[in-house]
């Protein structure tokens, strides 16, 4: 089993920023795999923001490129989301993620994680 807690959420204005950040625990090699932020707003399908492979390889959704960053300290197993110019459309409850294996294409997809966190709140005010 592996266990992912995220922090960090939080009220910031429009334009703000935040940093999340995920511990991963558990039965865990010495390097993950795979590892994204997802988040989901009320009423809408959960999405996939960000993600990070074993070779570093980072992926982001057309809508925060150049805004957010993802990041990892293996060493901590911690992974980090650093957002900056945070819209009014973007409050969601973001969830940290932990997969085996996916092509790069696909870092961004529900289905290619097996494990969650319980997700922190992140609420932006125009």
């Known amino acids: 089993q592996v266990q992912l807690v995220e922090s960090g959420g939080g009220s910031v204005q429009a334009g703000g920023s935040l940093r999340l950040s995920c511990v991963v625990s558990g039965n865990t090699y010495s390097t993950y795999s795979i590892m994204g932020w997802f988040r989901q707003a009320p009423v809408k399908e959960r999405e996939g923001v960000s993600a990070?492979?074993?070779?570093?390889?980072?992926s982001y959704a057309d809508s925060v490129k150049g805004r957010f960053t993802i990041s990892k300290q293996n060493a901590e197993n911690t992974l980090y989301f650093q957002m900056n110019s945070l819209k009014p459309e973007e409050p969601a409850m973001y969830y940290c993620a932990y997969g085996a294996w996916a092509p790069f294409a696909g870092l961004l997809r529900k289905d290619a994680y097996r494990y969650w966190g319980q997700g922190t709140q992140v609420t932006v005010s125009s």
């Open positions: 990070i492979n074993r070779d570093g390889r980072t």
